[in-house]
């Protein structure tokens, strides 16, 4: 008798560890879904030249093609200041704020007008 009963409280401790170290359910983890995401347009940038002092600070901008009006910029510097560097870089700005910095771009004139609205009393 006394070993029937030792044996069904090894059977009830078997029981309880099973149901705590893997008689659980796992949950099952969700598929993540990713959004696609619309590509962004890349952003348009212009190349110019800036002239700099030797603290970094920028002397002057010019457009890419105006490379000897910088190359002038930067030996008037030099001559005025001789123990100062002075140095021309390329850089690259966005279109938005190549417009922000004086620059014209001649792509303007490309562009065909807008079409005036139709008024009420107005034709075809």
């Given at each position: 008798m006394e070993l029937r009963r030792q044996h069904e409280i090894?059977?009830?401790y078997e029981a309880v560890?099973?149901?705590?170290?893997?008689?659980?359910?796992?949950?099952?983890?969700?598929?993540?879904?990713?959004?696609?995401?619309?590509?962004?347009?890349?952003v348009r940038k212009l190349l110019m030249w800036a002239v700099y002092n030797g603290s970094l600070k920028e002397e002057g901008r010019y457009t890419y093609a105006e490379r000897e009006k910088a190359e002038e910029k930067l030996e008037a510097l030099r001559a005025k200041a001789t123990k100062k560097l002075?140095?021309?870089?390329?850089?690259?700005?966005?279109l938005g704020d190549a417009a922000a910095a004086g620059v014209v771009l001649d792509d303007e004139d490309d562009v065909p007008p807008p079409k005036a609205a139709k008024g009420e009393g107005e034709e075809e």
């Amino acid at each position: 008798m006394e070993l029937r009963r030792q044996h069904e409280i090894a059977e009830q401790y078997e029981a309880v560890d099973k149901r705590s170290a893997g008689g659980r359910k796992t949950a099952t983890k969700r598929k993540t879904t990713s959004r696609k995401r619309a590509d962004k347009a890349p952003v348009r940038k212009l190349l110019m030249w800036a002239v700099y002092n030797g603290s970094l600070k920028e002397e002057g901008r010019y457009t890419y093609a105006e490379r000897e009006k910088a190359e002038e910029k930067l030996e008037a510097l030099r001559a005025k200041a001789t123990k100062k560097l002075y140095f021309l870089q390329p850089i690259k700005v966005p279109l938005g704020d190549a417009a922000a910095a004086g620059v014209v771009l001649d792509d303007e004139d490309d562009v065909p007008p807008p079409k005036a609205a139709k008024g009420e009393g107005e034709e075809e």
